[in-house]
C-alpha cells in the first residue's frame, strides 16, 4: 500500500526547496511520540530501561538521517530549480521576502495547531505503550489529515513563478518538470526498499519459527 505523504512528494520536495535551510530544518510536524516510563524501568535501569534507552536513540539517530536527507534533497531542488536562470537583484529579493513570508505561514500553522499535535501524540504514545497496531494506525492517519491542512508548498511554486519573466518562466517550467522526473524516480526507489525490507523481515519471522521444529530430512544415497 502506497504511503499518503508519497502521493505529494513532488511538490512537496519543490516547495521546500524554495524556504530557507533554517526552516527546513525545523521539520513539518511533530516530533515522534516518546513512550511513558513505567515504575520498573526508573529503578537502577533494568534491561527493560536500557533497551528502550537504545530504541531511543536509535529513533533519534534515524530521525536525524532523514532530515539531513530530506534537507539535501531540497537543496539540489532549489539549485536545479534554477539552473540557467539569471535572477536580477530586484527578482532576488522578492524571492527572499517570498522565503520570509512562506516560513512565517508556517510557523502561524504549526502554532495553532499545536493542541491538535499534542492530542495526536498521546494516543500515540499509549498505542505504543498498549502495543495496539489499529489505533497507532489511526493516528498515524489523522496526522497525515492534519499535516494536508499545512500551507500548500505548490502555492510557493506558483509565487515564484509570477516573479519571473515570460522567458524565464519557459526554463523554470522545464526544470520543475526535470525535478519531478527525479523525485518520481526516488519514490520508485523507495517503494523498491521498502518491498526488500518487508520481505528480509518475513524471512527473518519465517526462520525464528522454523528453528524450533524438526531438522529437514538427509537425502537417502543411491547404492552403487
Do not use: C, Y
Request: hydrophobic fraction near 30%; avoid cysteine; aromatic fraction near 2%.
Amino acid at each position: 500500500m502506497r504511503h499518503p505523504w508519497l502521493k505529494t512528494l513532488s511538490m512537496t520536495v519543490l516547495g521546500l526547496a524554495l524556504l530557507t535551510p533554517a526552516a527546513m530544518a525545523e521539520g513539518d510536524g511533530p516530533p515522534p511520540p516518546k513512550p511513558h516510563k513505567s515504575n520498573a524501568d526508573s529503578g537502577q535501569g533494568g534491561d527493560r530501561g536500557a533497551k528502550r534507552e537504545k530504541r531511543k536513540e536509535r529513533r533519534e539517530a534515524e530521525q536525524e538521517k532523514r532530515q539531513e536527507r530530506r534537507e539535501e534533497m531540497a537543496k539540489r531542488a532549489r539549485h536545479a530549480l534554477f539552473r540557467g536562470i539569471e535572477l536580477t537583484d530586484d527578482q532576488k529579493a522578492q524571492l527572499k521576502t517570498l522565503r520570509e513570508e512562506a516560513k512565517a505561514d508556517r510557523e502561524k500553522w504549526k502554532e495553532e495547531h499545536k493542541d491538535q499535535f499534542d492530542a495526536i501524540h498521546e494516543k500515540m504514545r499509549a498505542a505504543a505503550d498498549a502495543k495496539d497496531r489499529e489505533a497507532m494506525q489511526a493516528a498515524r492517519k489523522e496526522l497525515v489529515e492534519l499535516l494536508q491542512s499545512a500551507p500548500r508548498p505548490k502555492e510557493n511554486l506558483d509565487k515564484v513563478r509570477a516573479l519571473l519573466t515570460p522567458e524565464q518562466q519557459k526554463q523554470f517550467d522545464a526544470n520543475v518538470k526535470e525535478v519531478q522526473q527525479h523525485v518520481e524516480a526516488a519514490k520508485e526507489k523507495m517503494k523498491e526498499n521498502r518491498e526488500e525490507r518487508r520481505e528480509h523481515r518475513q524471512d527473518r519471522r519465517e526462520k525464528r519459527q522454523g528453528g524450533d521444529g524438526p531438522p529437514a530430512p538427509k537425502p537417502e544415497k543411491k547404492a552403487d
